[in-house]
């Protein structure tokens, strides 16, 4: 079922629905928007279902296109959320966060160290955008778990790279895996590190790792979360692979001896917009982007960065 997503160039979350003799089981819910609602009611009814009688509600990740009307849906018939335990984590965090730090400091900070000019955050500071948290999720999954989907075999492969606790979903009896935004057929999934110098993790490293591990399982038919169905997954999963080692090394392209900002660097890659006319939100996302790509250029030991002090500089080794 094709859920719109409003001002998106996106245009829908697909959501599927799976048939149980206790009810439906969707895989995603979509948008959190009274026409995203409409959408998946009567897609539902299409198919002689109703929202009333779904059992539950699997999201392979936390992103607001893809849970956001997890909760509406859990309203309006008593199903219960499930996704991964570190995607549970971040909506915590998330809802928490929101309510401490409404004006969002953290985010600016993150800019500062980025060192993004005065004007950015000017604009980010002028335009914040206010997204509601998720929904948070009755249940928790582990990897390899199977999902409460009575009379058939869905399990929850751990893939994390979009986020944390992002999970592919494989229909072993039906021979589907449901891969979220991990595997998309024409574009690559955003991979971003936030803040830009979060200590500890590797989120692109992760989901270079999670599509080699995705490539293994055996699909006849693939259902991504967006623009349409394909197969041949582990042809698709190397396309993706092969497209972040090229990033990896024109990346590297851009370091020398001289230090140099994450922002000079992020602005220094080729986009599918011209940098000077990208949308302040759009390269936000650039830079956590190309912090995710150093990141993996640190612990291949090709760039480090030099000292600590604001904002981040980064050389080649």
Known sequence: ???????????HTLVYALESPRGPVLVDAGWEHPDAWGALRDGLA????????????VVTHYHPDHA???????????????????????????????????????????LRRAGADDGELLGTAERRERIDPPAQPDRELEDLELVDLPGRRLRAVWTP???????CLHLEDGDRVFTGDHVLPRITPHIGLYPYDLPGVDPLGDFLRSLERVAALPA??????????????????????????????????????????????AA??????????????SRRMAAGEAAAHLRVLERRGIARREGDGDPLRFVLR
Not at 46 to 57: C, I, Q, R, S
């Open 268 to 281: 220094g890659l080729r986009w599918r917009e011209p940098w000077a006319e990208m949308s302040s939100r």
């Open 1 to 11: 079922m094709p859920v719109p997503i409003p001002g998106n160039p996106l245009a």
């Open 161 to 167: 790279g979009h986020s944390p606790g992002h999970i």
């Open 68 to 110: 956001g009307l997890a909760g509406r849906v859990r309203e309006a018939s008593g199903a219960w959320i499930a996704m991964h335990r570190e995607d549970a984590a971040v909506v915590r965090l998330f809802r928490e966060a929101v309510a401490a730090d409404d004006e969002r400091t953290w985010e600016l900070a993150s």
């Open 46 to 57: 299409a198919f002689g279902m109703d929202v009333a009688d779904v059992h539950g509600v």
């Open 220 to 265: 006849g038919e693939v259902l991504p979360a967006h623009q349409h169905r394909f197969r041949d997954l582990a042809g698709r999963a190397g396309e993706i692979a092969r497209h972040h080692e090229e990033r990896l090394a024109e990346l590297a392209g851009l370091l020398s001896r001289e230090p140099v900002t994450l922002w000079r660097v």
